[in-house]
């Protein structure tokens, strides 16, 4: 849906991408359908890197990979559909459009926060997709926020964590550069329509039933093999539906 919208709104082909929060490159991989000339894949963690790096720019067996990490002991009955999916991603990837083109994917670990530092990496960037993104940025600011100015509210420090996460972005792109920005519903609060909002609460992923079944039994995992504690992830509606327009413009 991010690359449609970007193609939609001003064309992805031949240009520069930037596929912030970019993860192990599902993003990368839709991008890629639209042949532009360079994707920079960047994302925080260093395994998300390395497991985009593998499946994408490599041929090493993808299933030897994870077994040497341990996954199908970790993964149990996902371990399979992991492993189909990560296949499938490189066979849509590496024969397509993009690669035969010439197109180049690179990736790298940086701080979202920290665009600003990459300029030798990222260069001259056209669109910035940003999916699933937004909100580790912004909680990591307003958590930093909240020791640097113990007296600011919570709705102010909402408005200049989105200002830190989004300036960046912004002052990566070009007058009419293109920025789609999506996030999961879970963080999302349609509170201008209460209607749509009861029905969404209803439906999001946070309350899905595999999606719970899944965190316990990855959380029990970590609790025995490695000792940490970790709880549910619940919804969390952090971006208000009447607030968007105001926290965009602040960010530039």
Same mark, same amino acid.
């Given at each position: 849906?991010?690359?449609?919208?970007?193609?939609?709104?001003?064309?992805?082909? #031949? !240009? %520069? /991408?930037?596929?912030?929060?970019?993860?192990?490159?599902?993003?990368?991989?839709?991008?890629?359908?639209?042949? &532009?000339?360079?994707?920079?894949? *960047?994302?925080? %963690?260093?395994?998300?890197?390395?497991?985009?790096?593998?499946?994408?720019?490599?041929?090493?067996?993808? %299933?030897?990979?994870?077994?040497?990490?341990?996954? &199908?002991?970790?993964?149990?009955?996902?371990?399979?559909?992991?492993?189909?999916?990560?296949?499938?991603? !490189?066979?849509? +990837?590496?024969?397509?459009?993009?690669?035969?083109?010439?197109?180049?994917?690179? &990736?790298?670990?940086?701080? #979202?926060?920290?665009?600003?530092?990459?300029?030798?990496?990222?260069?001259?960037?056209?669109?910035?997709?940003?999916?699933?993104?937004?909100?580790?940025?912004?909680?990591?600011?307003? =958590?930093?926020?909240?020791?640097?100015? $113990?007296?600011?509210?919570?709705?102010?420090?909402? *408005?200049?964590?989105?200002?830190?996460?989004? !300036?960046?972005?912004?002052?990566?792109? $070009? &007058?009419?550069?293109?920025?789609?920005?999506?996030?999961?519903?879970? +963080? /999302?609060?349609?509170?201008?329509?209460?209607?749509?909002?009861?029905?969404?609460?209803?439906?999001?992923? =946070?309350?899905?039933?595999? +999606?719970?079944?899944?965190?316990?039994?990855?959380?029990?995992?970590?609790?025995?093999?490695?000792?940490?504690?970790?709880?549910? $992830?619940?919804?969390?509606?952090?971006?208000?539906?009447?607030?968007?327009? *105001?926290? *965009?413009?602040?960010?530039?």
């Amino acid at each position: 849906i991010s690359a449609a919208l970007a193609e939609g709104y001003g064309g992805i082909a #031949g !240009r %520069s /991408v930037l596929d912030i929060g970019c993860g192990f490159g599902v993003t990368s991989v839709s991008l890629a359908a639209y042949s &532009p000339q360079q994707i920079v894949a *960047v994302d925080s %963690s260093p395994r998300m890197i390395e497991l985009l790096e593998l499946v994408l720019l490599t041929d090493r067996d993808i %299933s030897l990979w994870l077994n040497e990490r341990g996954a &199908p002991n970790l993964l149990g009955e996902y371990y399979l559909p992991t492993l189909d999916y990560l296949v499938a991603m !490189r066979m849509a +990837f590496q024969p397509g459009m993009f690669q035969r083109r010439g197109g180049t994917l690179v &990736p790298w670990v940086g701080d #979202g926060l920290r665009l600003a530092d990459y300029g030798g990496v990222i260069g001259a960037v056209d669109t910035v997709i940003a999916n699933n993104y937004l909100h580790w940025p912004v909680n990591q600011r307003i =958590a930093a926020l909240k020791k640097e100015k $113990p007296d600011l509210t919570a709705e102010s420090a909402l *408005v200049e964590a989105c200002r830190d996460a989004l !300036r960046p972005i912004s002052n990566l792109l $070009p &007058p009419g550069g293109i920025a789609v920005l999506m996030e999961p519903n879970d +963080f /999302v609060a349609l509170d201008s329509e209460p209607d749509r909002e009861a029905d969404l609460d209803r439906n999001c992923l =946070a309350g899905h039933p595999l +999606f719970i079944r899944f965190h316990k039994t990855f959380n029990a995992i970590l609790k025995c093999e490695y000792g940490i504690e970790r709880s549910v $992830p619940q919804r969390t509606p952090l971006f208000r539906l009447s607030d968007l327009s *105001v926290l *965009v413009i602040v960010g530039g």
